[in-house]
């Protein structure tokens, strides 16, 4: 489960890698561009996709990080595999939870 989550993760970054580009050029182009980008990510449409983004990138970076732990041999045995494979999948809900309880 927790590879195929990495994965889907992974893709939903690449497919939203245009749209961050277009975002970030437009916000540098001007500062109507800034406000417009600004008043879209503040929206309800907008913060959904930015807690999406936020579980995508922190879903697979769990997931990167404990593949490269047993790429060094670390976590191999059954119980810490189960234990970390708990820990990569918690993790993205913990940080969208954080940043949900921050956000204002």
Request: charged residues 10%.
């Amino acid at each position: 489960m927790l590879s195929s989550t990495q994965r889907w993760a992974g893709l939903f970054l690449a497919l939203s890698t245009p749209y961050f580009l277009y975002s970030f050029d437009l916000s540098l182009r001007s500062e109507a561009g800034f406000t417009q980008v600004l008043q879209w990510v503040q929206s309800l449409w907008g913060r959904l996709w930015t807690l999406a983004c936020v579980w995508a990138f922190a879903a697979h970076l769990a997931a990167g990080l404990r593949l490269l732990l047993g790429d060094l041999g670390l976590g191999l045995d059954r119980e810490m595999a189960r234990r970390s494979a708990w820990a990569a999948n918690l993790f993205p809900w913990f940080v969208v939870l954080a940043l949900l309880i921050g956000w204002r």
